[in-house]
């Protein structure tokens, strides 16, 4: 069984920031790509920024500049940290991440998302 949980979001006036983190835990071979993911009402889910597990980043074109992606591979953890955050920043974060299981099987993951709320 692998768990994602997600903490950190919260409520922000605009122009403040945020770190979020996602802790994977389980029975976990080694994890590939991990990512951010958010969903703001009403709209679908977008990707927010990835990491590689050699640490090469992506980034949506909505956060260049103002969020910056991190992991660290021998916690299995994942961070985003948001500054300069705008109320069109406000949604609910998830976590994924791509896994090898320890019985070789392969698996995308999911945390329960964590809520970021933005105020002008």
């Known amino acids: 069984q692998v768990q994602l949980v997600e903490s950190g979001g919260g409520l922000v006036q605009a122009g403040g920031s945020l770190r979020l983190s996602c802790a994977a835990s389980?029975?976990?071979?080694?994890?590939?790509?991990m990512g951010w993911y958010r969903q703001a009402p009403g709209k679908q889910r977008e990707l927010a920024a990835s990491?590689?597990?050699?640490?090469?980043?992506n980034y949506a074109d909505s956060v260049k500049g103002r969020f910056t992606i991190s992991r660290d591979n021998a916690k299995n953890t994942m961070y985003l940290e948001m500054d300069s955050l705008q109320p069109e920043d406000t949604a609910v974060y998830y976590c994924?991440?791509?896994?090898?299981?320890?019985?070789?099987?392969?698996?995308?993951?999911w945390g329960q998302g964590t809520q970021v709320t933005v105020s002008s």
């Open positions: 994924n991440a791509q896994i090898y299981l320890s019985d070789l099987r392969w698996s995308s993951r």
């Open positions: 389980g029975s976990i071979l080694s994890i590939v790509t």
């Open positions: 990491i590689s597990s050699g640490g090469s980043t």
